[in-house]
Nanobody
Framework: QVQPVESGGGLVQAGGSLRLSCQAS????????MHWYRQAPGKQRELVAT???????NYADSVKGRFTISRDNAKNTVYLQMNSLKPEDTAVYYC??????????WGQGTQVTVSA
């Protein structure tokens, strides 16, 4: 089963931190581009952060300086460290493992709720 599995979501006060994890099985993880997306109620899913197989990372403007994406290929795991959380960061966060267009896997999501 290749499908990524997210963990680490929860309820946190504004200004707090959470670290999300996403683990995938199989032998393509280290060659895949890993993404974190989020979807807030009534809004479209948006790309939050990306880390490529060569460790280059990109971020949405809304999270730059607050979120950090990283990966541990030995553990087939990608992380999203979220600091200085805001109520507007409240969403379901999804992990996506993209190897090719035919091998594109999404997790089921983990809820992050930031209270004011």
């Amino acid at each position: 089963q290749v499908q990524p599995v997210e963990s680490g979501g929860g309820l946190v006060q504004a200004g707090g931190s959470l670290r999300l994890s996403c683990q995938a099985s199989g032998n393509i993880f280290s060659f895949s581009t890993m993404h974190w997306y989020r979807q807030a109620p009534g809004k479209q899913r948006e790309l939050v952060a990306t880390i490529m197989s060569d460790m280059r990372a990109n971020y949405a403007d809304s999270v730059k300086g607050r979120f950090t994406i990283s990966r541990d290929n030995a553990k087939n795991t990608v992380y999203l460290q979220m600091n200085s959380l805001k109520p507007e960061d409240t969403a379901v966060y999804y992990c996506r493992m993209l190897f090719t267009s035919a091998r594109d896997y999404w997790g089921q999501g983990t809820q992050v709720t930031v209270s004011a």
